[in-house]
């Protein structure tokens, strides 16, 4: 991977970081936030190495922890493992298939969900409204990630020409 790709792969992390800390909060329903970084994550490992991308998801993963004192760092590991996951569940699978991609978005989505059912769990107790709000969550991170994915896949396959003449 190049500088550049490096440097465009952090700025796009940058601008999904303030939509997440400024815009998601607007979107919220029911207590839900959808996290748009499952969908860039997602997108982000499917394209580059994932050993490049771990110190920038670490980085913005920090960052977003910071929003929330109180979750500091749950975020930033979470990120950290599925990014290692979706490397390892998407190696041995056709690369250029939306299907795949799909089900891996569903895959991380539903991780992601349970991991934080079971981070609130503790904190709180396991109880039947917490795994109604894990639901909750899953369709929701599901619908807005499935969009924001396919966003970044209409973006990142536009071919831009700035010649003139």
């Known amino acids: 991977m190049s500088f550049w790709q490096i440097i465009r792969t952090l700025i796009s992390g940058i601008i999904v970081l303030y939509l997440q800390i400024l815009v998601m909060p607007q979107w919220t329903v029911a207590g839900i936030t959808p996290n748009l970084f499952l969908g860039w994550i997602m997108f982000e490992v ?12 670490f980085l ?6 910071l ?7 749950m975020h930033t590991i979470i990120f950290i493992l599925l990014a290692f996951g979706v490397d390892e569940f998407h190696r041995p699978l056709e690369k250029d298939s939306y299907i795949t991609m799909a089900i891996t978005l569903g895959l991380v989505v539903i991780a992601y969900s349970l991991y934080i059912f079971i981070v609130f769990g503790l904190q709180t107790e396991f109880s039947f409204s917490l795994f109604l709000i894990m639901l909750g969550m899953i369709i929701y991170n599901l619908l807005i990630s499935t969009i924001f994915t396919g966003l970044l896949v209409f973006i990142s396959n536009l071919k831009l020409d700035f010649r003139h003449g």
């Open 67 to 73: 929003t929330t004192p109180t979750l500091l760092g």
């Open 46 to 57: 499917w394209r580059k190495p994932v050993n490049v991308l771990i110190p920038i998801i």
């Open 60 to 65: 913005l993963g920090i960052c977003y922890d």
